[in-house]
């Protein structure tokens, strides 16, 4: 009937299915089974990075029956860069094979050679994937290998220059030297640099590749030594810390990049400020060696070298216009270092109310080998005093000896002679104020009333004074005054004094330094009067 045709059916696919599930366990677990399909993968467990390595996949039929087909597939890891296989692969990429007929208890090799690159420590995994079909069956069975590879060192040494230290908006250059040191070329090196935020490029040795930052290197060939110098400013507070990472590895067909080296870089920024000091005299004269000293602070962390420093003179007195003080080698932080100096001044001054300038500045020093500047200075202001000529004395005759006095002389006792008393002064730079010439006549002295119309007696105390409120530089003022002496017989074989002693004050106006002159007595004895000298002792 139709119902036991159908169980029948049933009954012979069952059993088939049974069959074909009994041949595939055989085959692949070995229930009862012969051997095994097997794949291994061999390599140098250690290299190092650039080196090229050798992948070893062997392969055997350990079954009873034939290997029809299969396909080898080889996964590579990054930074692997094939270079030769034998026997040659069958697709583009290097990393498929194709196995065809292998007879029960047979096998094969795969080499394969090729650079691996990676950074130090990192571990390259390696894979290959056997898909074949028995000869007695129409599915394919897989079976898997691996080893792994560890990256010992790098085969591209770098060397790194860059300041420790560097001051904000100072040109500083950061370089880098890179070397290949394995035997085989590296290819399609990438270098790439990643700048702190504060960092402004300014220029390379090398052109970038893409903006400022990238560089590319198709071949970098054994033993090869390049160099990258970079040259920018960076900005910042000081005391900040800015790093600078330099990358070197290799760009794969996708474009990744593997890093082989990495080198960080800290700079500390460092704003480097001196302190200036300069000191000189506030009042000087023509004529004078004028010394001046600069103190040279360092007020900054960083160690300051090859510090120059110069004076720059303003002022008709001066004979020169610059002068450079020998070089400071090293300053160190917080140190300070003295200058000093003694200049000429000319003996003539043609101006009044004239100031003189000295300027210390640092016009340059060196910081970590960078060349810094400051914009500090120290200014000394020296102002120019005029010479004061102030001159008092007694005359009998004038200087073309006509009498300006009367009575005997030599002066004789009981008979009167009157002298003139002569003050004179000048002050041939700048202007005068509050000029007061002051004396005091001796009880035995007498007032004639024959003066210059500025200057005053007091009777009671026997001042004799002249004052005024201004002498303009360079006018001369000369007073004069008459006295009389009649001696008596004490006074016999003596000088007669004729005035104590004479006190000049006055400001100068410019300078406001307080002037101060004193003579001493006059007496009768007159020295500068040629037709009187030698005749002051009183006679009989």
């Not at 898997?144 to 085969?155: E, F, G, N």
């Not at 090293?330 to 270092?337: A, L, N, V, Y």
């Amino acid at each position: 009937s139709r119902g036991r045709w159908i169980a029948g059916l049933c009954v012979v696919l069952v059993l088939l299915g049974a069959v074909v599930y009994l041949g595939y366990r055989v085959f692949r677990d070995g229930t009862p089974r012969t051997g095994e399909v097997e794949i291994t993968m061999t390599a140098e467990s250690h290299v190092a990075s650039g080196d090229v390595v050798t992948i070893e996949i062997s392969y055997i039929n350990g079954k009873n029956v034939d290997i029809t087909s299969g396909d080898i597939e080889v996964f590579y890891p990054d930074g692997f860069h094939f270079q030769s296989a034998t026997p040659k692969t069958v697709d583009n990429h290097q990393r498929s094979w194709r196995i065809e007929d292998v007879k029960p208890g047979a096998g094969g090799k795969i080499r394969i050679v090729g650079q691996l690159v990676g950074e130090k420590d990192s571990v390259k995994d390696f894979s290959a994937l056997f898909t074949y079909r028995p000869s007695n069956f129409s599915q394919d069975f897989q079976e898997s290998a691996k080893t792994s590879v560890t990256i010992t060192s790098s085969t591209v040494g770098i060397n790194v220059e860059a300041p420790s230290q560097v001051a904000a908006g100072q040109e500083m250059v950061y370089t880098v030297s890179y070397t290949n040191t394995s035997k085989v070329p590296l290819q399609n090196v990438k270098l790439l640099m990643t700048y702190p935020e504060a960092f402004t490029f300014t220029s390379a040795s090398q052109t970038p590749w893409s903006g400022n930052a990238e560089w590319r290197i198709d071949t970098l060939q054994p033993n090869e030594k390049q160099t990258l110098t970079i040259a920018g400013s960076l900005g910042g507070e000081s005391g900040e810390t800015a790093e600078f990472n330099f990358q070197l590895g290799v760009t794969e067909i996708d474009n990744s990049f593997h890093v082989q080296v990495s080198q960080t870089t800290e700079v500390i920024i460092v704003n480097p400020e001196v302190e200036l000091t300069i000191t000189a005299p506030t009042i000087v004269q023509p004529g004078d060696e004028v010394p001046i000293e600069v103190i040279v602070k360092n007020a900054s962390d960083a160690e300051l070298r090859e510090v120059d420093v110069v004076l720059s003179f303003t002022g008709a007195l001066f004979r020169e216009t610059e002068y450079t003080f020998e070089q400071i080698k090293k300053i160190s932080p917080q140190d300070e270092k003295k200058l000093q100096t003694t200049v000429q001044l000319a003996k003539t001054a043609d101006a009044t109310n004239q100031s003189l300038e000295v300027v210390a500045k640092v016009t340059s020093a060196r910081v970590n080998g960078a060349s810094v500047t400051f914009p500090d200075q120290a200014t000394a202001e020296l102002k120019v005093g005029g010479k004061l000529t102030f001159e008092s004395f007694g005359q009998y005759y004038d200087e073309d000896l006509h009498k300006v006095g009367a009575g005997p002389l030599p002066p004789t006792v009981g008979e009167k002679t009157t002298y003139s008393i002569v003050w004179s002064v000048t002050h041939d730079q700048n202007d005068l104020k509050n000029v007061s010439i002051t004396t005091t006549l001796p009880d035995h002295v007498e007032w004639e009333d024959d003066a210059s119309s500025e200057v005053a007696f007091d009777p009671d105390t026997r001042r004799v004074q002249y004052t005024a409120s201004t002498l303009e530089a360079g006018d001369e003022v000369t007073l004069s005054f008459a006295v009389s002496v009649t001696p008596k017989s004490s006074d016999v074989d003596s000088l007669l004094v004729l005035t104590k002693e004479t006190v000049l004050t006055a400001m100068d106006a410019f300078t406001e330094v307080q002037l101060s002159e004193e003579r001493s007595r006059i007496t009768s004895d007159l020295p500068n009067d040629e037709g009187a000298s030698g005749k002051g002792v009183v006679e009989r």
